[in-house]
């Protein structure tokens, strides 16, 4: 049984260094996000940290991406993700077709992939991103809830392989060729945030034009069933 144990233990002796060895080549990245959302209503300004600590000077020859699905509660609007790319403001594009006039239950989802340099990781990096909250139908008014997701972040190093648990996930190489997927390592981050809800109104103006319309109609149809009543009414006391 000793020798058993003392066989394992040379076993595991002699592996070690090769264990320790490819662990000291993967960089290890370290981010932590913080999310904050600015504005009430319909049009919000997502604002997000991207905090890197103690950063390999190795991952400045990576891309570094941020992907966040959108559901259909909201959208991002492309001609303003344009004009953010033109304005070098934001290095975004939306992967998706985006119809900014549906309600929430007509729209279809879309995905925003804004690209990070991977020279600015040495900093903190602030983003802000606007988004739409889409008008929901509803005829009781009040509140409704939309989930904001968490954004995914991801790596990609041409020469070195990042620690941690591989999760690949296929994305746009850069904003210039949105149509060359390739695979990215989807990194674990440390959230300062959760998942959110954001509370969209419900029962606004359009609601009210839509409750107006109902209304008229079931006036008129009282109206003339009223009417045809009277008529009948007349038509029997001309017969009489
Ligand atoms: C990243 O930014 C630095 C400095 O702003 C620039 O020199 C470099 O070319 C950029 N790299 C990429 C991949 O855009
Ligand atoms: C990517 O990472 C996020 C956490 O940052 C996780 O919620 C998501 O499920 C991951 N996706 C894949 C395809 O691994």
């Known amino acids: 049984m000793y020798h058993l144990f003392a066989f394992c233990l040379n076993i595991f002796a002699f592996f070690l260094p090769l264990i320790n060895c490819s662990e000291k080549d993967c960089i290890n ?109 509803s005829l009781i008014g009040g509140h409704g809830k939309v989930i904001l997701n968490k954004p995914w972040l991801l790596v990609r190093c041409p020469n070195s392989i990042i620690c941690g648990k591989d999760r690949k996930v296929s994305a746009p190489i850069s904003s210039k060729e949105a149509e060359s997927f390739v695979v990215w390592k989807n990194i674990s981050y440390k959230a300062q945030f959760d998942e959110m809800e954001l509370l969209v109104p419900v029962g606004n103006l359009n609601d009210y034009a839509y409750v107006a319309i109902i209304t008229c109609i079931l006036g008129c149809a009282g109206c003339v069933y009223i009417l045809s009543l009277t008529t009948a009414e007349d038509n029997e006391d001309n017969k009489k």
């Open 29 to 137: 990245l370290d981010v932590t996000i913080t999310q904050k959302i600015e504005n009430l209503g319909f049009h919000r300004d997502l604002n997000w940290l991207v905090e890197t600590q103690n950063l390999d000077p190795k991952t400045s020859a990576c891309s570094v991406a941020l992907k966040l699905n959108i559901g259909q509660g909201m959208f991002v609007n492309p001609d303003q993700v344009d004009d953010l790319r033109r304005l070098k403001k934001l290095d975004a594009i939306i992967d998706g077709i985006v119809d900014i006039e549906a309600p929430a239950h007509e729209a279809t989802k879309h995905t925003v992939y804004i690209f990070l340099n991977g020279t600015q990781l040495l900093d903190k990096i602030a983003l802000k991103l606007p988004i739409h909250l889409r008008y929901q139908r």
